[in-house]
């Protein structure tokens, strides 16, 4: 009994340690997006404000390209190495980025080698969070206790969540109390760039204390050493697009009911900035809150259903939520509108991890979460805020509300077909 209760411990302790790199990690990848209605200005020339949200757009999408780059590099050293070095590695580069970026020039500073600046920052940061989603996935995932792994896995978008609402409250913290609207668009927005360079060092300090998983750890150098993880996965073609296919819809509704709704707020219902962000804000901690109660529902009920429920009502109630919050004007209906798409976000979010973790063996378990689900990150989650814009600026924002129920509607066809991974989980054969 005594060892069960020193073993416990020391899986807490390991996924609190996990879990609070991961804060720090997506806080630094996220107050990209908060802060680009400050920074926008700085970086291309003075003009549209859409056009130059639709600029910074562009390098934040530019920077989830290198995500399955990120991806097939962390995941075969977390795969090869070890999950604790892949994780260690991978909060080194995040704080690299961030540095660049708070010391970056202004366009009228030195012109076009300023975005080309900001755009190496992104590069290395995609890099950085593209291993970071699928590492840290599998980490949780090998640490949890086989009966609750759906509620420890879900920690993995509690802290991410967490270090988007630290990044909006950063942002109003310095809009409110310490900062005017023009010293944030001059200087202040390079202060939370210096935060998450901090942050990130914190974060390496942390990680190199956490424990390697028993899953891991289990196998010998030598096996290790022969294996490669790269002809490993070129063997599950099928998992490999069930990733890709389960992670489509949701990765697009997640980052449009989560970053963009900051900008959407501003830029098509016509609230102020300080609004906006507390709008935000407000929505994503009701959103982080549920994050473990679905993950505790899928331990009892599987995974399965909680993703056909996302499916369905994702399907059916995207445009209805997006047209109406076009027109609304009152922050209260805002707010309820946007945490109850939240909510059915959430039967994704909550367990996504978990699933992709629970398709694959061991040897190339890091790799067939990463770099599938960095390929469907890239090319929807990453572009959400693009196309949304680019649809606006010409005319037909209502366009991208069909495009994210029809992506959200492929998804759901791979939940119906797909089994449920928690009664066939290779995390049992380890």
Same mark, same amino acid.
């Given at each position: 009994?005594?060892?069960?209760?020193?073993?416990?411990?020391?899986?807490?302790?390991?996924?609190?340690?996990?879990?609070?790199?991961?804060?720090?990690?997506?806080?630094?990848?996220?107050?990209?997006?908060?802060?680009?209605?400050?920074?926008?200005?700085?970086?291309?020339?003075?003009?549209?404000?859409?056009?130059?949200?639709?600029?910074?757009?562009?390098?934040?999408?530019?920077?989830?390209?290198?995500?399955?780059?990120?991806?097939?590099?962390?995941?075969?050293?977390?795969?090869?190495?070890?999950?604790?070095?892949?994780?260690?590695?991978?909060?080194?580069?995040?704080?690299?980025?961030?540095?660049?970026?708070?010391?970056?020039?202004?366009?009228?500073?030195?012109?076009?080698?300023?975005?080309?600046?900001?755009?190496?920052?992104?590069?290395?940061?995609?890099?950085?969070?593209?291993?970071?989603?699928?590492?840290?996935?599998?980490?949780?995932?090998?640490?949890?206790?086989?009966?609750?792994?759906?509620?420890?896995?879900?920690?993995?978008?509690?802290?991410?969540?967490?270090?988007?609402?630290?990044?909006?409250?950063?942002?109003? $913290?310095?809009?409110? %109390?310490? !900062?005017? @609207?023009?010293?944030?668009?001059?200087?202040?927005?390079? +202060?939370? *760039?210096?935060?998450?360079?901090?942050?990130?060092?914190?974060?390496?300090?942390?990680?190199?204390?956490?424990?390697?998983?028993?899953?891991?750890?289990?196998?010998?150098?030598?096996?290790?050493?022969?294996?490669?993880?790269?002809?490993?996965?070129?063997?599950?073609?099928?998992?490999?697009?069930?990733?890709?296919?389960?992670?489509?819809?949701?990765?697009?509704?997640?980052?449009?009911?989560?970053?963009?709704?900051?900008?959407?707020?501003?830029?098509?219902?016509?609230?102020?900035?300080?609004?906006?962000?507390?709008?935000?804000?407000?929505?994503?901690?009701?959103?982080?809150? $549920?994050?473990?109660? %679905?993950? !505790?529902? @899928?331990?009892?009920?599987?995974?399965?259903?909680?993703? +056909?429920? *996302?499916?369905?009502?994702?399907?059916?109630?995207?445009?209805?939520?997006?047209?109406?919050l076009s027109t609304a004007q009152n922050p209260w209906m805002i707010f309820a509108l946007i945490t109850t798409a939240l909510l059915i976000v959430a039967n994704y979010t909550s367990i996504n991890a978990i699933v992709k973790a629970e398709l694959f063996p061991v040897e190339i378990r890091a790799l067939g979460v990463s770099l599938p689900y960095a390929i469907a990150v890239s090319i929807f989650g990453g572009t959400a805020e693009y196309i949304a814009l680019w649809l606006k600026n010409i005319g037909h924002e209502n366009w991208f509300f069909y495009y994210v129920t029809a992506c959200i509607m492929i998804s759901l066809a791979v939940y119906i077909i797909m089994p449920d991974t928690k009664e066939h989980?290779?995390?049992?054969?380890?």
């Open positions: 009994m005594k060892a069960r209760i020193i073993g416990t411990k020391n899986r807490i302790k390991s996924i609190f340690g996990g879990s609070l790199g991961n804060l720090i990690e997506w806080y630094d990848w996220y107050i990209y997006s908060a802060f680009s209605l400050y920074f926008a200005d700085a970086f291309f020339p003075k003009g549209n404000l859409t056009l130059q949200l639709l600029n910074a757009a562009a390098i934040f999408a530019v920077g989830f390209l290198m995500r399955p780059i990120g991806g097939l590099i962390m995941g075969v050293y977390a795969d090869k190495k070890g999950r604790k070095s892949a994780l260690t590695f991978s909060v080194i580069l995040m704080c690299f980025g961030s540095m660049l970026i708070a010391m970056a020039p202004t366009y009228e500073q030195v012109g076009v080698l300023s975005p080309v600046i900001l755009v190496i920052a992104r590069l290395i940061q995609g890099i950085s969070v593209g291993g970071e989603y699928g590492v840290s996935a599998t980490y949780l995932s090998e640490m949890a206790s086989s009966k609750h792994r759906g509620f420890y896995s879900s920690f993995q978008y509690v802290t991410l969540i967490m270090g988007q609402l630290l990044a909006l409250s950063v942002l109003i $913290v310095l809009q409110r %109390f310490l !900062l005017t @609207s023009e010293e944030l668009h001059s200087w202040g927005w390079r +202060i939370p *760039f210096f935060i998450g360079a901090l942050g990130a060092y914190v974060g390496f300090y942390l990680r190199l204390r956490i424990r390697e998983t028993e899953s891991f750890s289990s196998e010998t150098p030598e096996q290790i050493k022969k294996n490669n993880p790269i002809v490993g996965l070129m063997k599950h073609p099928k998992e490999v697009l069930t990733v890709i296919g389960l992670t489509m819809g949701g990765t697009l509704a997640f980052y449009t009911y989560s970053t963009y709704m900051q900008k959407f707020i501003v830029n098509t219902i016509g609230l102020s900035r300080d609004t906006s962000t507390m709008l935000s804000a407000s929505t994503l901690f009701v959103f982080m809150l $549920v994050q473990p109660l %679905f993950g !505790l529902l @899928s331990d009892y009920i599987g995974r399965r259903p909680l993703l +056909i429920v *996302f499916g369905v009502l994702g399907t059916l109630t995207t445009v209805p939520i997006l047209t109406t989980s290779r995390l049992d054969e380890d």
